[in-house]
């Protein structure tokens, strides 16, 4: 009997490490735009995909326990990080977004399903592409080649005389600390609205380090306002702008320096219908949500 236990316990551990032999083969290589290094990204398994659906009902905690898989589930050629904390104060929205892919092209096969209107002719079609089809040759379009590490690196812009925003790369702990604060509902309401967790003064405000605003006929430097808490200070200032100086602020192309960072996501697409064939790029994509819903099951 404690043979035959043996040999079981024997036969576990054989077919374990055959799995995990086999997620590893299908590990997937990416370069970073930003920390410039390569990351080996492995897939995930069932009982990770199963403790993600129990962070369904809470936002800004199942986005934690998502960072917290990215970490476990990269293999840095290059940086190290101390822990957790480390990792997500330096994973910058570019690499975030690369990582997410290459986690999507580790783990699943198929995305969930498109629906895909031709510009040409109207042509309705459902696509459901393979996670490595979104990634091209021109998707990472910036990669950072400053003298300076992206933590030190400000540009600033003055909008109107005496209001000067002073932008920077953003980080994953700016994002956490605006979800932190927003209600569950909301975030889903905004998910189903924008296809992001963040409406587009959220998404533009964890560009912005501080806001300064002076008086301009004033010598005065203690009259001088200096914001830099995102939450408590600089939203509020920016609901609160009237429609004239918030739509100067959010048109301003200086965020581009860090946002062009992006990469270029994208669908190469043929209408299906003859008449028409128009070959065209879909970039209504979105790695992070395409993996949420995949792994959520949100579809099925």
Not at 28 to 55: A, F, S, W
Not at 272 to 285: D, H, I, R, T
């Amino acid at each position: 009997m404690l043979d035959e236990i043996a040999n079981l316990g024997s036969k576990k551990d054989s077919a374990l490490s055959a799995l995990h032999n086999l997620a590893r083969t299908r590990e997937v290589e990416v370069d970073l735009p930003i920390l410039k290094t390569k990351v080996m990204v492995r897939p995930i398994v069932g009982g990770e995909e199963l403790k993600l659906h129990t962070m369904k009902a809470s936002g800004s905690t199942f986005i934690k326990e998502f960072d917290k898989l990215l970490f476990e589930h990269c293999v840095f050629n290059e940086l190290k990080f101390a822990n957790l904390q480390d990792f997500i104060k330096h994973l910058c929205p570019a690499d975030k977004a690369m990582i997410v892919q290459a986690l999507l092209d580790a783990t699943f096969s198929k995305l969930p399903e498109k629906i895909i209107t031709c510009p040409d002719c109207d042509q309705v079609d459902t696509y459901t592409p393979e996670p490595s089809e979104l990634l091209h040759g021109d998707s990472i379009k910036r990669v950072w080649n400053k003298d300076i590490d992206f933590e030190d690196y400000e540009v600033q812009s003055e909008i109107i005389p005496g209001f000067t925003v002073v932008y920077g790369m953003p980080t994953e702990q700016d994002k956490l600390d605006l979800l932190e604060v927003k209600e569950n509902s909301e975030m889903r309401e905004q998910l189903e609205e924008t296809n992001d967790l963040l409406n587009n003064i959220e998404i533009f405000s964890i560009y912005i380090k501080k806001m300064i605003i002076a008086n301009p006929t004033d010598d005065d430097k203690d009259n001088t306002l200096i914001l830099t808490d995102k939450v408590k200070d600089i939203i509020p200032t920016i609901m609160s702008m009237g429609l004239d100086l918030k739509s100067t602020l959010l048109e301003d192309e200086t965020i581009n320096e860090f946002a062009d960072f992006i990469p270029n996501f994208y669908l190469n697409i043929k209408c299906s219908n003859l008449a028409c064939g128009k070959q065209f790029k879909w970039e209504g994509v979105n790695p992070e949500q395409d993996f949420f819903r995949k792994a959520l099951s949100v579809y099925n």
